[in-house]
Nanobody, 117 residues
Framework: QVQLVESGGGLVQAGGSLRVSCAASGSTFSLNALGWYRQAPGKQRELVATISSGGSTNYADSVKGRFTISRDNAKNTVYLQMNSLKPEDTAVYYC???????????WGQGTQVTVSS
């Protein structure tokens, strides 16, 4: 059974940094594409960043240059390093994994990130 567990959210002042993590189990982690999404109150869930099995990354324009997605296949963990945080980055951040052989999508429970001005 695939399971994703996020951690590392919290409250930070504008301009600060935070790193969120997502530990995965139940699938061949290294072969799967991974991503971070976020959902702010009253808004739709949106893509933040993705990383392929080969390490290629993609970012939303709103976070380019400030956020970095990375993966540690030995630890079955994907990270999102967030720097220069802004109040508009406040959201619940969700980890996503697309299983390599059938494209099935899995989601974590989410972790709250709050940026105060």
């Amino acid at each position: 059974q695939v399971q994703l567990v996020e951690s590392g959210g919290g409250l930070v002042q504008a301009g600060g940094s935070l790193r969120v993590s997502c530990a995965a189990s139940g699938s061949t982690f290294s072969l799967n594409a991974l991503g971070w999404y976020r959902q702010a109150p009253g808004k739709q869930r949106e893509l933040v960043a993705t990383i392929s099995s080969g390490g290629s990354t993609n970012y939303a324009d709103s976070v380019k240059g400030r956020f970095t997605i990375s993966r540690d296949n030995a630890k079955n963990t994907v990270y999102l390093q967030m720097n220069s945080l802004k109040p508009e980055d406040t959201a619940v951040y969700y980890c996503n994994m697309a299983r390599w052989f059938d494209g099935s999508n899995y989601w974590g429970q989410g972790t709250q990130v709050t940026v105060s001005s």
